[in-house]
């Protein structure tokens, strides 16, 4: 427990300023002198003559006054030096328990009946298996110790809100000023420097703080309670507790509701991540398996190139050529050299596996949030926080002084409130659609960039090579581009964190809860933009292009293969997008995600072992804990905001993009499983311990989960329809199925979707194949009549064959099929589990009931008493007449006494007067 050096109070929150050092030091020296607790200041022998020591003397005056309207408010404080900075003082605030009962009430804050007691869990092999629950809390067990309860039952969570509430209202004005409210206030007046609440000693303090209590004792006191503090730090802040559940109960006693609820977010997301992994192994199993059998099951390979095709070209007497991926610096690829390249078999999205997978982790992401809102509803009822009021918020510092003139009427409330006008806000709804289309020329610039990026790392590849590139070059310059994308998306991001913060303090919110509203959500839409802008544009502008452009034919009037136009402003696909998409998906997710959270770990690792070798060097040193939380850092008010969006991005990484990379949820699990030790020991050890706030929900972020949920569902029916080959195979295989080879799809499949081009008008500069007449390209186009003239259905133009219109309609309907299947599923599903549970229901019931029940034994005992007066007023008149009789006789020996009384006492009197 953090005490006073009196050892007496407890300390709930501390205050720092600073009195800084000039010439006119000797006249502002602050002579502080302790009256109730309160420091008081001598008045100063003559006025400042200085612009600078006006502006401090100000301050010190504001300082004097909070402190004492504080103590008048019920608060205790003390005033103390620091050790090693002369000049900087601490505010320590104390409650006493009558504060926190009187203010519990305004803040919503209900005292739980049971106190609280640490529970005791052990570490034992069966934890390993308990990762698949890491959203569930087991019930606290009974502990021994009972000097681990907090006193009065109140946490130190609850302890910090109630003396942060008071501080938020106190006024430090002379003259009760309104602008003059709050501690925020002060502090963007630099009136205090920082404020923060106290953290409990770590085990390493406390022995340098038992170091220092026993000098020249050999023996020490060992039976000392543990802190909430150092449990977390041992069963739950430490990558040795991976595999173990989440202590939520500790976590919303130590940390508050807000941050215990991110947790339960992050617990329960994890959770499911291990469901959504678990398909994508057996799928790649099962693909895995498909691709070596040798049945007609093959039809869906996973290949990019159907095995089948392999096997009946691999012995043909004339080598197939496919036609060059680009129109610079590209040769022809022999279709065998494909086939027996490694990289064929990376790719996955051909298979049936994908459509499978799809769909399964499309309904995980609604059955998710639905979930979620269930888990939720289950600790906002189990911590009280369904009782808040938080329509009546304090105004926020920055809108106070913003002097609004315009008041509007709240209907909660039936009062008038301040609000911005009809103006501002227009101007501001300006603004953010202005910035919104800037950031998205900005992302577009970027995106070409890095597409003209890719054909100059062509162009370098082609001069070292000595040779034209084929088709695993050309993946290795994307690889390469995409990594550099990857580090302009970082610097987008700090770009984006600056713009939306500057906006919204310009937009200047009424309350603290709108400002992060609309802060997370300007955020949110603009890091959206920054990671999925290039996959968007794989999927839609590149997908479309790569379907409807004719890319090769010189009689075309749309595009030409040698024009000039081609060469830099047409980016096509050479198969289907899906290559280039799983590649850009594999870059951006391992880099971003993965790479970022191992570099998150690796240093906090690193820190902690500074930290310990730093502090274990300095023998017998020690602080006092406030000054020593004040040396560590502080996070920024956003910080929470930023650690969801981590999660958010990364549930649209996998949720949008599952067809093309279906590994992600896996490598997601096994990155989350680390960061959410990262991130307790970032909340536990590394920083100041977070201000506690009260919290209903996680806010906005369950509502983006919803959305981004449901924009999955037609996001990738759109890819597996158009960007991938399955429909086309679909087809194929129904109408000709009789044609599949013993390996799959056969030789006539591969007529079916690659055309024929006539390339003895093509020149390649440097080409290794020489003579060639003809090559094949992704596409359903008509055979020349120059190749094939025997062939009826021949053109001399380029044409689309009749199969295009077909297959595309095919890919409309197959689209709509997976929504609507989608849609119905997750509709059944949501509708057997609604968001509320009915444990959650049957408990409010139960609460109504007897707060009805108490209710009606209030009014009954007030009904019989009224009855009990008004039939004594009723009574007959005889009965009435004895009443009053027996009153009387009962009354007369009293009455005649006094009258002894009296005249014993004036007969007294007389006899002194004489």
Not at 38 to 54: F, K, N, Q, W
Not at 339 to 365: G, Q, R
Not at 649 to 666: G, K, R, T, W, Y
Request: hydrophobic residues 40%; charged residues 20%.
């Amino acid at each position: 427990m953090e005490t006073s050096s009196d050892g007496e109070l407890k300390i709930d929150y501390v205050l720092v300023y600073r009195e800084p050092v000039d010439k006119w030091r000797d006249i502002f020296e602050p002579h502080v002198r302790l009256v109730g607790h309160v420091s008081t200041l001598v008045s100063l022998p003559h006025p400042i003559p200085d612009t600078r020591a006006e502006i401090l003397r100000q301050r010190r005056q504001y300082r004097q006054i909070y402190q004492r309207r504080l103590i008048e408010a019920g608060l205790k404080i003390r005033i103390v030096s620091a050790h090693q900075a002369k000049r900087r003082y601490f505010v320590l605030v104390h409650a006493p328990s009558h504060i926190l009962e009187k203010h519990s009430d305004i803040i919503g804050l209900k005292k739980k009946m049971n106190k609280w007691t640490l529970p005791d869990y052990k570490t034992t092999v069966v934890q390993f298996f308990r990762f698949f629950m890491f959203w569930r809390q087991e019930e606290p067990e009974p502990h021994s110790n009972e000097q681990q309860q907090q006193p009065g039952g109140w946490s130190l969570s609850d302890r910090a809100l109630v003396v942060r509430d008071l501080l938020a209202r106190t006024n430090y004005g002379p003259h009760h000023e309104n602008e003059m409210v709050g501690l925020q206030s002060m502090l963007n007046q630099n009136i205090y420097t920082t404020a923060y609440p106290l953290h409990e000693p770590s085990e390493l303090a406390r022995k340098l703080s038992k170091r220092k209590e026993s000098v020249g004792n050999e023996e020490g006191n060992d039976d000392e309670e543990t802190t909430e503090r150092e449990w977390l730090s041992f069963h739950w802040a430490s990558f040795f507790a991976l595999f173990m559940q989440q202590p939520l109960d500790v976590v919303r006693s130590y940390f508050g509701p807000q941050i215990a609820l991110y947790f339960v977010f992050f617990g329960s997301y994890i959770s499911w991540l291990v469901l959504a992994s678990l398909p994508s192994v057996i799928f790649r199993l099962f693909s895995t398996w498909q691709d070596g059998a040798s049945h007609k099951l093959n039809i869906l390979s996973e290949r990019v190139i159907p095995r089948g095709v392999c096997q009946e070209y691999r012995n043909a007497t004339k080598e197939i050529l496919i036609c060059p991926q680009c129109s610079l610096n590209c040769d022809f690829e022999s279709l065998t050299h494909i086939c027996d390249h490694p990289l064929a078999l990376v790719y996955t999205s051909h298979s049936l596996a994908p459509l499978i997978h799809s769909m399964i982790i499309c309904i995980w992401a609604a059955i998710f949030v639905q979930y979620l809102r269930r888990q939720e509803a289950r600790f906002v009822h189990r911590w009280f926080l369904m009782d808040n009021v938080y329509d009546e918020e304090m105004l926020r510092p920055e809108f106070v002084r913003a002097n609004v003139k315009r008041h509007t009427f709240n209907a909660i409330t039936g009062r008038k409130e301040p609000a911005h006008s009809k103006l501002h806000r227009l101007s501001v709804l300006s603004l953010q659609t202005l910035t919104i289309v800037l950031m998205v020329v900005m992302i577009l610039g970027v995106n070409f960039g890095c597409l003209l990026l890719k054909y100059h790392i062509r162009s370098a590849m082609l001069h070292i090579l000595n040779h034209p590139l084929d088709r695993f070059t050309i993946i290795g310059a994307a690889i390469v581009a995409a990594l550099v994308h990857s580090g302009t998306i970082l610097l987008l991001n700090w770009i984006s964190q600056k713009t939306c913060l500057w906006i919204v303090e310009w937009e200047n919110p009424k309350t603290q809860r709108a400002f992060d509203d609309q802060y997370s959500k300007m955020i949110f839409i603009f890091e959206f933009l920054d990671y999925f802008a290039p996959l968007f544009y794989i999927v839609f502008v590149r997908t479309m292009v790569s379907i409807w452009a004719v890319r090769f034919g010189s009689e075309s009037n749309l595009l030409s293969f040698n024009g000039p136009w081609v060469k830099w402003f047409v980016d096509t696909c050479s198969y289907t997008c899906m290559e280039e998409l799983d590649q850009a998906m594999i870059v951006f997710f391992c880099f971003t995600q993965i790479f970022r959270e191992i570099f998150k770990a690796f240093w906090i690792w690193v820190y902690g072992v500074f930290r310990r070798v730093c502090l274990r060097s300095q023998k017998g040193c020690y602080l006092p804990p406030w000054e020593r939380d004040f040396f560590l850092p502080q996070f920024s008010k956003q910080q929470l905001c930023y650690d969801h969006l981590r999660l958010i991005i990364q549930f649209s990484f996998v949720v949008l993009f599952s067809a093309s990379f279906p590994f992600a949820p896996f490598l997601a699990l096994i990155v989350n499983i680390i960061c959410l030790r990262a991130d307790a020991i970032k909340w536990t050890k590394m920083a100041r311990r977070a201000t506690p706030k009260m919290a209903p929900s996680i806010g906005i972020w369950m509502k983006l989960l919803n959305m981004i949920a449901t924009f999955a569902v037609p996001f990738n029916g759109f890819v597996l329809a158009f960007t991938t080959d399955i429909v086309p195979r679909l087809v194929y295989v129904f109408k000709n199925f009789h044609n599949a080879t013993q390996y799959g799809l056969g030789a006539e499949y591969f007529d079916f979707v690659y055309a024929r081009f006539d390339t003895r008008n093509m020149t390649i500069s440097r080409s290794m194949h020489k003579n060639v007449t003809e090559c094949r390209f992704y596409g359903m186009y008509k055979t020349p009549c120059s190749l094939a003239p025997e062939d009826d259905t021949c053109s001399n133009t380029v044409e689309r064959s009749p199969e295009f219109l077909q297959i595309f309609f095919y890919r409309v309907f197959f689209m709509s099929c997976f929504i609507n299947t989608v849609f119905g599923v997750t509709w059944f599903l949501k509708l057997m589990f609604p968001a509320e549970p009915e444990s959650v229901k049957l408990a409010k019931k139960q609460e109504q009931f007897k707060a009805q029940q108490a209710l009606a034994q209030v009014q009954t005992m007030s009904t019989m008493n009224l009855a009990l007066s008004m039939s004594r007023e009723n009574l007959p008149c005889d009965q009435r007449c004895l009443q009053r009789r027996a009153s009387l006789i009962r009354d007369e020996p009293k009455e005649e006494q006094r009258d002894d009384e009296s005249t014993n006492t004036e007969e007294e009197e007389d006899e002194d007067a004489e």
